[in-house]
């Protein structure tokens, strides 16, 4: 089996878990801070900050599992080319988000809106440049029954005529 776990790279990955922690609600799993050592062998200046380095951590939103980790002065495209879905569980949650991206102004691609296939979707970038896509699906909306046939009214067999007798 193959797990998917997207893994996302930032300038301070430590401060962008604090954004995401009240924005999605996001849980930190694990964190790990570059050593001395490390430093050293990578030739960061004597004062690099080593206590706010994040050379790997993991987080979760809701049951999403995602990895993190410092840029580590590699030069980073202002907005990728991967974009983040994340599907949330009401129209409350999707709601209460997108309330947190427009205070945070955010850039929005796609304004939060009822689609055509059922659902409430947004799309922004983050501070960070990352790409959210996000999804609130609707329950499926039942088809319209089809109109019923109306099937020609019988006849009624003709009456015969009563019979005379004759006397």
Do not use: C
């Not at 599992?65 to 991967?82: H, K, R």
Request: glycine fraction near 6%; avoid cysteine; hydrophobic fraction near 40%.
């Amino acid at each position: 089996m193959v797990k998917a776990i997207p893994a996302i790279i930032v300038k301070n990955a430590k401060q962008t878990l604090k954004v995401y922690e009240d924005l999605f609600g996001a849980k930190m799993r694990n964190w790990t801070p570059v050593s001395k050592d490390m430093a050293n062998h990578m030739g960061f200046p004597e004062d690099f900050d080593l206590d706010n380095s994040t050379l790997h951590a993991e987080f979760q939103i809701g049951d999403a599992l995602f990895y993190i980790n410092d840029s580590m002065g590699y030069q980073l495209a202002p907005e990728g080319n991967v974009e983040i879905m994340l599907e949330v569980d009401s129209k409350e949650q999707i709601d209460a988000i997108w309330e947190k991206v427009k205070q945070n102004n955010y850039k929005i691609k796609t304004e939060l809106a009822k689609t055509f296939w059922n659902a409430y979707f947004g799309m922004f970038f983050d501070g960070d440049g990352i790409g959210w896509q996000l999804n609130f699906p609707l329950p499926p909306v039942a088809p319209e029954e089809p109109a019923k046939q109306v099937s020609p009214a019988k006849k009624a067999p003709k009456a015969k005529p009563a019979k005379t007798r004759k006397k």
